[in-house]
């Protein structure tokens, strides 16, 4: 977001439309209200929305034409990742053969901090740290920084790592994969992953941290991610367990049903549907 759209009441007006937008709320060709409406709706000045509307253009979400108005032109990826945590290392396999990849460094570093910890690796141990941008149809969707012991990253060239999932390339190394831990939060673009990912600088991410273990409770990678959360999401299913008072949702474990792998698309369509529906530019209360 630019210096110049300062005025609090203009970032509010912006961030409110752009939701809008990149949410699906609003499709693709989609005609705004005018200037003078959206100022009604949103209690501000015409010089207020005009600077929001202006920034909006600037990110390429809308188009301004003085004689045919201001219409949406943010066409959203036909092929949102979404990523089923209750299969979390089968997940990892299908997004590497469905998504492509860019290496921007590979390198060894020394051992430490939480890294270390998770790996259980000594401060004069060195591990294999990369960075990887993953696309989804030409759109980058997450930011990927890796570490994997030295001892097993030896197997593998910056090439491979470049051109397959580093699953694959682990399971290729003989680790025999048994769990996962992992933590999913929020996090802010840095100007390097805003860069990467397309973004302005301080953007909201899903952040995630993933730890593998192999079948001796060794730890054989850790995975720092940046997620664009219009372009990827996580979801699991839930079913009531228990007893009488005691029952609680608990996330479903094993195969994923035939309705389950169905869902994505049926999100998609979900999505689309939302351009009959009148335009509601008010803020959301």
Avoid at 8 to 30: P, T
Avoid at 125 to 144: E, N
Avoid at 167 to 192: F, M
Avoid at 257 to 270: D, G, L, N, T, Y
Wanted: charge should be positive.
């Amino acid at each position: 977001m630019r210096h110049w759209l300062g005025e609090a009441k203009a970032k509010r007006v912006y961030l409110v439309l752009r939701d809008r937008i990149l949410s699906g709320a609003v499709g693709v060709g989609a005609k705004l209200p005018t200037e003078n409406e959206l100022a009604r709706y949103h209690g501000v000045s015409r010089v207020t929305v005009r600077r929001a509307l202006g920034e909006l253009a600037r990110e390429r979400l809308i188009e301004r034409r003085p004689s045919a108005g201001t219409r949406v032109i943010y066409r959203p990826s036909p092929a949102p990742m979404t990523a089923d945590i209750s299969g979390v290392l089968a997940n990892l396999a299908d997004m590497g053969r469905r998504t492509t990849v860019k290496l921007l460094s590979f390198d060894y570093v020394p051992a430490q901090g939480a890294v270390s910890e998770a790996l259980d690796a000594g401060a004069d141990q060195l591990l294999q740290r990369a960075v990887r941008v993953r696309s989804i149809d030409g759109l980058p969707f997450s930011y990927l920084v890796t570490h994997v012991p030295e001892s097993i990253s030896v197997t593998f060239t910056e090439e491979e790592l470049a051109r397959r999932p580093l699953l694959e390339l682990l399971e290729r190394a003989g680790v025999k994969v048994e769990r996962a831990r992992q933590r999913i939060s929020a996090g802010l673009a840095t100007p390097q992953v805003a860069k990467a990912l397309g973004l302005h600088t301080g953007s909201p991410l899903i952040e995630l941290v993933r730890v593998v273990y192999d079948q001796g409770g060794r730890g054989v990678e850790y995975l720092h991610a940046l997620y664009r959360p219009d372009r990827y999401s996580f979801e699991f299913d839930l079913m009531r367990s228990g007893v009488s008072d005691a029952r609680s949702w608990a996330p479903v474990v094993g195969k994923t049903s035939e309705k389950a792998a169905r869902r994505p698309a049926a999100a998609i369509a979900k999505v689309s549907s939302h351009k009959t529906k009148p335009l509601d530019f008010a803020p959301r209360r």
